[in-house]
């Protein structure tokens, strides 16, 4: 127990994270809870090895939303939070086609009259959740039912 | 690739949230990575279990048909929560045998003996 104890302490020092966001936003608090600890997290000099977006959290992604000027503006506030700390952000491309979130490719592959994902995140597979899990000190999930 | 122990949790009706599915899919693209993985359904992913399902009624694929995938895939481990089996009033008879058995204190078990916990 005291040994786990210490372990545990040095690895509070700097430890590495994946956050997946499974909500969408506006609906619930998933993916508010999710950017506050990943923002607390930055600023406590721990490591964001990837951002995961997939479910309804894939709707983070998408610079349709359009919000009265005095809300907060969710895509933007992800993007500037990857610019800012060169975050690895991937949305789930087979979550995402299921529910209207292009990227410029995807929307001429399939003949689609847009693209709306922000810049900033990238559409890749399920392997980049598992690689994730398999690399990160901790993963944490922030969804409707967790 | 490591040698992390995967753990991940179902706790979602099939059908009613699309994520049952993606939960599902997230395991079978762990299994096709080789990565050690278990899976676990508790609370109402145990329905996930419950055969007899005639999904075409309103308009859904069969979600057993993912499941009969998970062998292929090589899954170490599919298990379920005795006592969410309990607390639905479902008979063991009644559940997928994909699954194995577990009682509350395996369900702790398991949880510490995983590296990471993917929770749906």
């Known amino acids: 127990m005291g040994h786990q104890l210490i372990c545990d302490l040095r690895l509070l020092t700097s430890m590495k994270f994946t956050i997946v966001i499974l909500g969408a936003p506006y609906t619930d608090e998933a993916a508010e809870s999710a950017f506050r600890f990943t923002q607390a997290a930055l ?15 894939v709707h983070n992604a998408s610079s349709l939303i359009t919000l009265p000027q005095d809300e907060i503006q969710p895509a933007q506030r992800w993007a500037n939070l990857i610019a800012q700390y060169d975050l690895e952000a991937i949305v789930c491309i087979a979550s995402s086609l299921r529910r209207g979130l292009l990227n410029e490719t995807e929307a001429k592959r399939f003949s689609k009259p847009a693209s709306n994902l922000t810049p900033g995140f990238k559409l890749a597979g399920l392997g980049d959740l598992v690689d994730a899990a398999q690399q990160s000190d901790r993963l944490i999930t922030f969804g409707p039912t967790s | 690739m490591n040698d992390k122990r995967i753990l991940l949790v179902c706790r979602i009706a099939p059908y009613g949230n699309s994520l049952a599915r993606e939960s599902l899919e997230t395991a079978l693209a762990a299994g096709a990575m080789g990565a050690k993985i278990t ?30 995938a998970l062998p292929l895939y090589d899954i170490e481990q599919v298990l379920v929560d005795q006592d969410s089996v309990d607390k639905r009033n479902i008979g063991s008879a009644e559940l997928s045998e994909i699954a194995e058995l577990i009682d509350g204190h395996r369900v702790k078990e398991i949880f510490a003996d995983h590296d990471v916990v993917l929770s749906f």
């Open chain 2, 39 to 68: 899976l676990l359904f508790l609370d109402e992913g145990i329905w996930q279990l419950v055969g007899q399902h005639k999904p075409e009624t309103i308009g859904h694929k069969n979600h057993a048909a993912m499941l009969s």
């Open chain 1, 43 to 57: 600023e406590k000099n721990h490591q964001i090895y990837r951002l995961f977006f997939y479910h309804d959290g």
